[in-house]
């Protein structure tokens, strides 16, 4: 059927080209000029016939959707939201289910109402850590109980983050330790005099309570930087050549063709049934011929990163 309209808008345009013609070289002609006016209309219709809608483009939507999912990663949870909303406007302006736009929202919405209070009061214990008003262990316990809030919102770039500082600040405080082993090593060697035989210590001989707390949050930061650096792993999308460490970290795409991030709700739930209705919405989005995504394609299915199997 498309070959046969192709082949009559063929023959339609010789004609209205023939017509036009006869009408230039018979300007009075009304009969002609008629026919020329009908042989147009009939060619509009042919075209509108074998032409397919445009798809709609939702290339806004993705650039929303994702810097609201990077902004939430760092920390960043006022703009996240922002974010989050623009691409729910992006997606009821062309019409579109909310899907995982919406679930994104409301994750972040009852998250950073469930948290904030805490996180207001955890930073403004760190803040006065710094004016030198607590003491260098609840200092610590302090930025990590904020690291541990931000990984327990899924902000995993932040917290890594925090508990990375948190561990530079513990090997800081147990490098001061070192140094006052070496000062009390060196002042028992001057007491026992230049004949006496060499004076050792090691960090067991200073064992005491904050020593011991040092020591087993700097066990824990070590472990739970591990298991964050495994959780971004596992969210990230596949990294691009020749683009940028930081631009990866992130997951957010600067080519031609961009990617949508996992949708925020997934990181929160294992449920088969939520999940499900990610995948359900994801897939008649990218499969609906009305819609344009700018997805990459591969194999025949759409690039585009998904979470861990549930269920």
Not at 145 to 170: H, I, N, P
Not at 266 to 277: G, I, N, S
Request: aromatic share 4%.
């Amino acid at each position: 059927a498309t070959k046969a309209l192709r082949c009559a808008v063929g023959q339609q345009r010789l004609a209205v080209r023939e017509l036009r013609e006869a009408t230039r070289l018979r300007p009075r002609d009304e009969d002609t000029r008629r026919r020329l006016l009908a042989a147009r209309r009939a060619l509009r219709d042919l075209q509108a016939a074998i032409e397919t809608p445009q798809p709609r483009s939702l290339r806004r939507f993705v650039a929303h959707f994702n810097l609201a999912v990077r902004h939430w990663d760092q920390g960043k949870a006022k703009q996240a939201i922002a974010e989050a909303e623009r691409a729910c406007e992006e997606l009821r302006a062309q019409k579109v289910p909310l899907g995982c736009a919406e679930h994104t929202l409301l994750t972040m919405k009852q998250v950073h109402a469930k948290f904030s209070a805490e996180e207001r009061r955890l930073q403004e214990c760190g803040r006065e850590a710094q004016s030198a008003s607590l003491d260098k262990m609840q200092a610590l316990s302090t930025g990590y109980d904020l690291g541990c809030l931000y990984f327990m919102k899924q902000m995993l770039v932040r917290a890594e983050e925090q508990l990375q500082s948190t561990m530079e600040r513990a090997r800081a405080a147990n490098a001061l330790r070192c140094v006052d082993l070496e000062r009390r090593r060196q002042r028992l060697q001057d007491e026992a005099g230049p004949k006496a035989s060499p004076v050792f210590l090691s960090l067991d001989d200073m064992a005491d309570s904050k020593a011991q707390r040092l020591g087993q949050m700097m066990d824990d930061l070590t472990d739970d930087l591990e298991f964050v650096a495994e959780c971004r792993m596992k969210w990230r999308l596949e990294e691009e050549t020749g683009k940028a460490d930081v631009l990866q970290d992130t997951r957010l795409r600067d080519g031609a063709r961009p990617s949508l991030v996992p949708c925020l709700l997934r990181r929160f739930t294992r449920e088969p049934k939520e999940c499900r209705e990610c995948d359900r919405w994801l897939s008649e989005l990218t499969r609906g011929t009305g819609v344009d995504l700018g997805l990459r394609a591969r194999g025949g299915r759409c690039a585009v990163a998904s979470g861990p199997a549930c269920g």
